[in-house]
Structure formats: structure tokens, C-alpha cells
């Protein structure tokens, strides 16, 4: 989703005045304080998390990073964070939800993709005359029909990129959405009504 991915980078990390030049930190070309996996800088008693860190610069980042600080150093075990399964949300109209690989980055790892987009109106919009329509993509690989990504444009998709994030940190596959029950009428039972796919990549037949 280019508009989350722009958003991003104009946040900058505000480090200036901090002083962390003088300790031997060097910061990057952005600003950013470097990290390792555990949120350690290259001084061995400083860590560093959250926005400052540039690494994904989201209000609930930050808490899980700092609790996984607090767990490293103050709780006996090395804790990380996963810096690659990031439900994300932009609350415009229409609104964004997304979560997991971007159809160009999923086919970087899984070059055998399967893409199914959607594009329809919301029944509660059709029943009240409501202009509202919405866009729906999953991006699943084919090998093992697990789920890689979904993004969403239209009402409540920030919601759905939550529950969704649930699922793909679980591995859901195609075929576990597939035998879902669909909640009726809703616009997120197109999650688990899809069928028919928009476009196979690197397909060679059976």
C-alpha cells in the first residue's frame, strides 16, 4: 500500500541534541539510532526503541518493543520482535487495512503466486443508498496455499487487516478461509467467499 508506505518515511527519527555522536553511536543517514534483532545499539548498555529506531514507526511497535526490552534485560530471556507482520491501518475515506507481503515482495520469496482481488459494493451501502464500495486483495502462495498478504480498501478494513494479521501469524492457508463460514451480510465474508482467481503468476500448468 504505497499511501502507508509514504506516510513512513516522512516520519523522521528527532534525535538531534541527543548527543549520542559523542558516546559512539553513529546515526544513520536518516537520523535513526542503529539496532540490532534485541534493540542493542553498538554500546553495550544502551538500547535504543520505538520511533527513534526507524524500523516501523507504529505506536504498537514501540509498546512490543519495549516490552521485549524489558523481558531481555530485566526478565532473564532474549526476546525479538517481528518486524515483518505489521496489520496496518490508514483512517481516511476511503480507509486502508493491510497486512503482510505486498504482491511485488511476495513474489520476490514465492514466485509461484496466486492473486484474487475483488471489487463490489457493500450490501449494507446497496440496502441504504450509500455510495461506499470496496477493494479487497489475498495473495497466496501456491506451493503451500498459505496466505501472504491482504490489503483493502473501504470501510472497517482497518479492522479486518487486524483479524487478518491474526490469521497470517498463524499460517493460515487458502484453504482454512475457504472453510470458513461466512458471516452474512458482511463486506469481510468476501474473505471467505473467494473463489475465483484474478491472476496466477509464474504458472506452468499441471
Same mark, same amino acid.
Request: hydrophobic content about 40%; charged content about 20%.
Given at each position: 500500500?504505497?499511501?502507508? /508506505?509514504?506516510?513512513?518515511?516522512?516520519?523522521?527519527? $528527532?534525535?538531534?541534541?541527543?548527543?549520542?555522536?559523542?558516546?559512539? !553511536?553513529?546515526?544513520?543517514?536518516?537520523?535513526? +539510532?542503529?539496532? &540490532?534483532?534485541?534493540? $542493542?545499539?553498538? !554500546?553495550?548498555? @544502551?538500547?535504543? +526503541?520505538?520511533? !527513534? =529506531?526507524?524500523?516501523?514507526?507504529?505506536?504498537?511497535?514501540? !509498546?512490543?518493543?519495549?516490552?521485549?526490552?524489558? &523481558?531481555?534485560?530485566?526478565?532473564?530471556? /532474549?526476546?525479538? +520482535?517481528? %518486524?515483518?507482520?505489521?496489520?496496518?491501518?490508514?483512517?481516511?475515506?476511503?480507509?486502508?487495512?493491510?497486512?503482510?507481503? =505486498?504482491?511485488? /515482495?511476495?513474489?520476490?520469496?514465492?514466485?509461484?503466486? &496466486?492473486?484474487? =482481488?475483488?471489487?463490489?459494493?457493500?450490501?449494507? #451501502?446497496?440496502?441504504?443508498?450509500? %455510495?461506499?464500495?470496496?477493494?479487497?486483495?489475498?495473495?497466496?502462495? $501456491?506451493?503451500?496455499?498459505?496466505?501472504?498478504?491482504? %490489503?483493502? @480498501?473501504?470501510?472497517?478494513?482497518?479492522?479486518? #487487516?487486524?483479524?487478518?494479521?491474526?490469521?497470517?501469524?498463524?499460517?493460515? =492457508?487458502?484453504?482454512?478461509?475457504?472453510?470458513?463460514?461466512? +458471516?452474512?451480510?458482511?463486506?469481510?465474508?468476501?474473505?471467505?467467499?473467494? $473463489?475465483?482467481?484474478?491472476?496466477?503468476?509464474?504458472?506452468?500448468?499441471?
Amino acid at each position: 500500500m504505497l499511501a502507508i /508506505e509514504a506516510i513512513q518515511k516522512r516520519v523522521l527519527p $528527532r534525535t538531534e541534541g541527543l548527543g549520542l555522536e559523542r558516546v559512539g !553511536i553513529r546515526l544513520d543517514v536518516q537520523g535513526a +539510532v542503529p539496532v &540490532d534483532t534485541l534493540s $542493542r545499539t553498538v !554500546i553495550p548498555n @544502551i538500547y535504543a +526503541v520505538g520511533d !527513534i =529506531t526507524n524500523r516501523v514507526n507504529l505506536t504498537p511497535m514501540a !509498546i512490543r518493543e519495549g516490552h521485549a526490552f524489558a &523481558d531481555t534485560v530485566f526478565g532473564g530471556r /532474549e526476546v525479538t +520482535v517481528d %518486524h515483518s507482520l505489521v496489520p496496518t491501518a490508514v483512517f481516511t475515506t476511503p480507509e486502508l487495512g493491510t497486512v503482510g507481503l =505486498t504482491e511485488k /515482495e511476495a513474489l520476490k520469496m514465492f514466485p509461484e503466486l &496466486d492473486v484474487y =482481488t475483488t471489487h463490489f459494493r457493500p450490501m449494507k #451501502a446497496t440496502l441504504s443508498g450509500h %455510495h461506499s464500495k470496496m477493494f479487497m486483495k489475498l495473495l497466496v502462495d $501456491r506451493r503451500s496455499d498459505r496466505v501472504l498478504g491482504f %490489503h483493502a @480498501i473501504g470501510p472497517d478494513t482497518g479492522e479486518m #487487516a487486524q483479524l487478518m494479521g491474526v490469521a497470517l501469524q498463524l499460517m493460515a =492457508t487458502k484453504a482454512s478461509l475457504d472453510a470458513t463460514l461466512a +458471516v452474512h451480510p458482511t463486506a469481510a465474508e468476501e474473505l471467505v467467499n473467494k $473463489r475465483q482467481l484474478s491472476r496466477q503468476h509464474n504458472f506452468s500448468g499441471y
